[in-house]
């Protein structure tokens, strides 16, 4: 990173380490699934106790993810346009 590019907000850094910490997430639920059913687990076996909450963060986290890290590129932009000379004059100039 470049001295012009400053530092990454306060909100940048909490989405980052929100982001990684559901895409993680979401991954050790999907593994954690597909290793119960290759030990035998059946389809009604996922019904209970905590396995719904798995299999829906496997499908709800990825998704998630992609939505955080899309805000996360969009915020970037806003605060590198923020901080060039040009964003302040209004592109006029041509």
């Known amino acids: 990173m470049s001295k012009d590019q400053g530092k990454p907000s306060r909100i940048e850094h909490v989405l980052a ?49 992609f939505v955080l890290i899309m805000t996360l590129l969009i915020l970037g932009m806003i605060r590198r346009r923020a901080q060039t000379p040009d964003a302040k004059k209004g592109r006029q100039e041509g």
């Open 17 to 65: 380490y929100a982001i990684a910490v559901i895409i993680g997430l979401s991954i050790l639920s999907f593994l954690s699934v597909l290793i119960a059913s290759l030990l035998g687990f059946e389809r009604s076996s996922f019904t209970q106790g905590v396995w719904p909450i798995v299999t829906a963060a496997s499908y709800v986290g990825l998704p998630l993810g």
